[in-house]
């Protein structure tokens, strides 16, 4: 059996006189104490680090910021010890031949090497012929360097980044809803909620300490877990509601049939401040609950009583993550989570919202700063007159600026395909890990004229493709500000030296822009901060105005400030703020409006050849992605499986005779893996979870994708389950 850690609440408290495990030599004092934002997940905690000349050599929670209040998950306490694995990227390196050993260069010799190939594919297939992928963890300023760089220096048409793997369905959901990509809250409704409604969000592993948010709540708060697993979270909570994968859409259209049946609806507010709800009524008179039970699996009984409980909550929230928005429905179903909050009113009030919680440390910087889908500042690259403001915000001419939007994520690899994309720069993402339907990835990969990855480490599988890999220094070795899920722009800064020649993002770029030679665009960015105070400008008059924030030592004064801050506003007297308390939105009539759609069945539901429906995600709060930092830290390898495992229902391993531990090949139509099987009752019959971190579980995932977001359907793929034979060897 596995052992589940929990939600790992004795780790997550910071007791006096701690230093961080095992990071402070007992016969060193540290000198100084400087606190910076977390470098993994959305949360944004706040860490105090302890220094010795300068350099970290542990780190404690903070206990006054508002974020985190003291607290840390083992991630964050173990955030140091990445930096000094023994296999950083230390100089760059250049693979003559594919399949040959990669040799060290120097950075000149990278740099020319990187104009040199690229401009030659450009000057032979043209501009787009060269694309970019990068990221939602590296600061703002690193990413707003990049994409300028790249799509106003090297005249790149498309890059994207992860953050089509995770956000992608939240932006679109919330840019059509209220007019702008907005998540409404911050985290003080965890503690102000009475009913708290977790959709296809397992929190106590994925963002723990928001969970101690909630435990947090003193007003015995009802939580609701919509998940088809019983999580670490469902377990947790006070009801679990295991509704069938990806059925959510019709359970929330048949919530909302029994609200407006009984009239549990807020009349004014949707009269003064939506738009499209009587449409919207109309499409939900024939989801009744009776027709909801028979594809969610869930008891009519249940979804009225739900309905209830949301007419009973004087202050309901409901949260979502990556169990919506990686679907093929995922733009529709986040939607009809707005609309549940719309029309009882549930916004803008303490303790309330619909609330997309992030995913990456800084997902929310590159929602607004990373030029790829956006103009910089949240803006569109067609409108000229956003093209100008931006312009001028940047101190860049205006004729540099394109007016086209980059394509998708894979939408770029199926240009790739086309051999109308040849080269591609990756920045601090693993896709031959990460990419759904890994197999297909990595043949597309291979079939690149010249792969460049720019990564903290250069064995990275994706790396190992590459042609030339460019090391980079990681969180904690460079400075820059980090947007948080609650739309709190926070502070990093380097408390640790990079090893060997390894260099920021940001100097990278400068470097690259250097040899590329279009400098000069860039000149006046000398430093992280240089720029920060042109993309904040960039931001005048946008919902996410932050042109009040002055520089970074305010940010650090103030722990952390929440967009909206315009410079011409109140001073910061709130430290936790949310949005439309006064009922209007970002359309241009100031209202919300109700989208809906017909919900879809399963794309590739399992049939008699592949009986199984597939669910990935998170494994354990030790566990990071990829896994290339957090398998860096002795103590984070202790708290997961090493290997692959595929947890299964008691029932199904009845059926298929499978004993606990035992090796079995895991397959679907694109693939096939041989995991440990865990047997358990959190998995329902017919379904089993592997989670992400494995390198093989994206060999068995589907390529399929919302058609609104373009964000992969990652939860959703059928598979058998069978014994090793001689061919698996
Ligand atoms: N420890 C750790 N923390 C992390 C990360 C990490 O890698 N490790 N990654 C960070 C990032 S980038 C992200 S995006 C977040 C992700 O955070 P979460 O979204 O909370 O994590 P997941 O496990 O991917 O998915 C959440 C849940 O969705 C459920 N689910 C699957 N299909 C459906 C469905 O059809 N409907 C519903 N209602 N639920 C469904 C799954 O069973 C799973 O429990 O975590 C962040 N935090
Ligand atoms: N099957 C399945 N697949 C999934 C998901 C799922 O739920 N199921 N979830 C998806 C989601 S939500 C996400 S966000 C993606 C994440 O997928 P990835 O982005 O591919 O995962 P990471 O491991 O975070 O990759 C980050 C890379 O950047 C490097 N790095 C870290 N810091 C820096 C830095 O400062 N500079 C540079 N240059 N490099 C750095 C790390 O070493 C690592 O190689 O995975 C997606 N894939
Ligand atoms: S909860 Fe997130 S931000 Fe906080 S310490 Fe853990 S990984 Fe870092
Ligand atoms: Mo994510």
Redesign the pocket.
Known sequence: MLQRHGPLTNLLKRTDGNFGIGQVPMDAAPTSTTSIVCGY?STGCSLETHLIDGQAVGLTPSVSNVVNIGMACP?GWEALTPLAASDRAVYPKLRKHRGKTAKKISWTEAAATFCERFKEIQKQHGDESVAFLSTGQIPSEEMALLGSFARFGMNIQHGDGNTRQ?MATSVVAYKESFGFDAPPYTYQDFEESDLIIL?????C???PVMWQRIVNNPHTPEIIV????N?ETAAAATQHIP?K??S?LLLFYALAHVLIRNNWIDKEFITAHTRGFDEFAVHVSTFSPDRAARDTGIAAETIEALAEKIQRGMRVSFWW????NQ?YQGVRTAQAIINLALMTGNIGKPGTGANSIT??CNAMGSRLFSNTTNLIGGHQFADPRDRSKVATALQVPADVIPSTTSLAYHEILDEILNEKIKGLWIIATNPAHSWINQKMCRDILSRLDFLVVQDMYDNTDTAKLADLTLPAAAWGEKEGTFINSERRVGLVKQVSRAPGEALSDFRIIKLLAKHWGCHELFDHWETPQDVFQCIKEATRDQPCDMTGIRDYQHLEQAGGIQWPFPDEGPPLRDRQRRLFADGMFYHEDGRARFIFDTPQPLPEPPSSKYPLLL?T??G??A???TNTRTSKSPTLRQLYPQNVYVEVNSSDAAKYKLQPEQQIIVESQRGKLLATVAISHNIRPGQVFIPMHYVETNRLTRAHFDPHSKQPSY?DCAVRLRYPDYQDH
């Open positions: 997940c991630k995770c959709i296809g969000s397992n929190l592993i994925a963002h919509i998940d088809p697993r999580t509704l994968p990806k959510d993550t990556m169990g919506v679907s995913g990456q669910i995600g998170r354990t709060a566990q990071w992605h939860k």
